[in-house]
């Protein structure tokens, strides 16, 4: 005798002109089968986390969609506020503040490197990053907020802090920090030395007694914790953005949300492949948590959640 399993149906797609992003998403969650299905159930997470008034909402990040055009979405949603905390690598700066002035370019995975490094021409998977993009205006733009920084009488400061610097004096209204700075949202990079903004601090510091203190940073991110009556999180890749906030959010029992997008896989043991249902083991997430792992490309499935997401008409 089969078993009979009580579920809804799979439905087919019915496509129309005009149809929104939040219908279409809505649709994916009918029709299923495969990543589709995730896609909807992270939409629906994510839903429930942002209406949930006692949640405090972590975003953690890799930089190299900061390169891309995903950069966009990061934005804007610092912009509307539907995080509260972000949690990102010293790339992120790099490229954030690189873009706010200079451009970068669209390429192929598929290139001459040697001709592009004759070049000065550095590929980040299929985007190009010319030298003047990218080292040369993040040493002019980081050399002369450090400079301001030291007249005014600053000689420490956390990654926080520094964000928010960034974003007040050397980005314009495009970028991640701006609106972070504005909207007053926290940022934290605890590899802050890991990137060019980071090398500059560390250029300045040769003839400064300028440091950077992390643990003021720790120190928030511990009081951040400890005061929320609930956490979530959408976390995008893995290596530290993630790994920094599923650690932090271990000592308060784990996160009551979790999105994660990867691409990695799981069978080499690595932090950016280890499924949500991991971290229970950890105690990182809580076993009752609502929680979902999608597997595939953050540049096509962020834009897509989160406009669906801002695109509700039922919100």
């Not at 002109?17 to 159930?41: D, N, P, Y």
């Not at 912009?79 to 690598?89: A, G, I, N, P, Y």
Request: proline share 2%; aromatic share 8%.
């Amino acid at each position: 005798m089969g078993m009979t399993v009580e579920t809804e149906k799979v439905r087919d797609y019915s496509l129309r002109s005009g149809m929104t992003v939040a219908e279409l998403v809505r649709q994916m969650g009918e029709a299923w089968g495969f990543t589709a299905g995730k896609i909807a159930v992270g939409v629906d997470i994510l839903r429930r986390m942002l209406a949930d008034k006692e949640c405090l909402k972590f975003f953690s990040f890799p930089a190299c969609i900061v390169a891309t055009g995903t950069r966009g979405v990061l934005r804007e949603m610092i912009k509307r506020r539907l995080v509260d905390v972000v949690v990102t690598t010293c790339g992120t700066l790099d490229h954030d503040l690189a873009r706010s002035w200079r451009s970068y370019h669209r390429g192929s995975f598929i290139m001459d490197d040697a001709e592009l490094h004759r070049r000065g021409v550095n590929r980040l998977g299929n985007i190009l990053v010319p030298n003047e993009s990218y080292g040369l205006i993040i040493e002019e733009k980081m050399q002369q907020l450090l400079t301001e920084l030291w007249r005014e009488g600053v000689r420490e400061i956390s990654s926080r802090e520094l964000c928010w610097e960034i974003g007040r004096r050397i980005c314009r209204e495009d970028s991640i920090l701006y609106w972070a700075a504005k909207n007053e949202v926290p940022v934290y990079i605890p590899g802050l030395t890991d990137g060019a903004v980071g090398y500059q601090i560390w250029l300045f510091s040769q003839d400064h007694k300028f440091t950077v203190n992390v643990l003021r940073d720790e120190q928030e991110l511990s009081d951040l914790i400890f005061e929320a009556d609930k956490t979530g999180a959408l976390i995008v890749g893995g290596g530290i953005s993630k790994h920094h906030v599923i650690w932090w959010n271990q000592f308060r029992g784990g996160l009551d949300y979790a999105v994660y997008i990867t691409s990695a896989p799981e069978w080499d043991g690595s932090l950016s492949g280890a499924k949500l249902r991991e971290a229970v083991s950890w105690g990182k997430v809580k076993e009752e948590a609502r929680r979902v792992t999608i597997e595939g490309d953050a540049t096509v499935i962020l834009p897509l959640m989160i406009a669906s997401l801002i695109g509700d008409d039922r919100d």
